[in-house]
Structures are given as structure tokens and as C-alpha cells.
């Protein structure tokens, strides 16, 4: 075969796979709303979660820079740059505690 049937050819091949992978997602798709439907589950797209229960809720701090009495941490996520350091200079985390 010349380069330019060959390149026809792949053309053609090309619009082929991506005609029956269209086939065969909507088949699956349809086969997927039978069984929801079948099963009685709610039909609510399965991408939307429902967010975490803590997401956005405001805790008490639980640490205190004694240096900067502004500066606290709940204890979620990262630690701040402050008790790292205090803690990398050999100071107890429960030396930050707020009672």
C-alpha cells in the first residue's frame, strides 16, 4: 500500500473505533439507568458527594503562641510556622495547650 491509502486507511479505522466506543458508552450508560431504576436508588449523578460533616465548622483553638497571643491553632491541618519552630527548638506541644 502507498502512504496515502495507508493514511486513508487509518483514517477511516480511527472514525470506526471512536463511532463504536460512542455505541458502547451509551449502551452502557442506559444499561446503568435500567439497573438504578431496577434497584430503586436515587438518580442523583454519582459525581456529586455529599460533603464531609466538619467541612467549614469553626473549632475552639486548642494552641496559643505565647509570643503572639493572636496566633492560634485548632489542631486541623498543617501546623503553623510558629509551634514548628517552637517544637523544632525542643518544646513540648503540650506547652501550647490552651486550659
Do not use: C, Q
Not at 1 to 15: A, Y
Not at 61 to 88: F, I, M, Q
Request: glycine letters at 8%.
Amino acid at each position: 500500500m502507498t502512504f496515502d491509502k495507508l493514511l486513508v486507511t487509518k483514517g477511516k479505522i480511527d472514525t470506526e473505533i471512536e463511532l463504536r466506543s460512542a455505541k458502547e458508552r451509551s449502551r452502557l450508560i442506559e444499561a446503568i439507568g435500567a439497573l438504578r431504576t431496577v434497584s430503586g436508588a436515587k438518580t442523583a449523578p454519582i459525581s456529586i458527594a455529599r460533603p464531609h460533616a466538619l467541612k467549614g465548622k469553626k473549632l475552639p483553638p486548642l494552641y496559643r503562641n505565647p509570643k503572639n497571643r493572636k496566633e492560634t491553632w485548632a489542631g486541623r491541618g498543617n501546623r503553623p510556622r510558629w509551634l514548628v519552630a517552637a517544637l523544632k527548638g525542643g518544646k513540648k506541644l503540650e506547652a501550647f495547650a490552651i486550659r
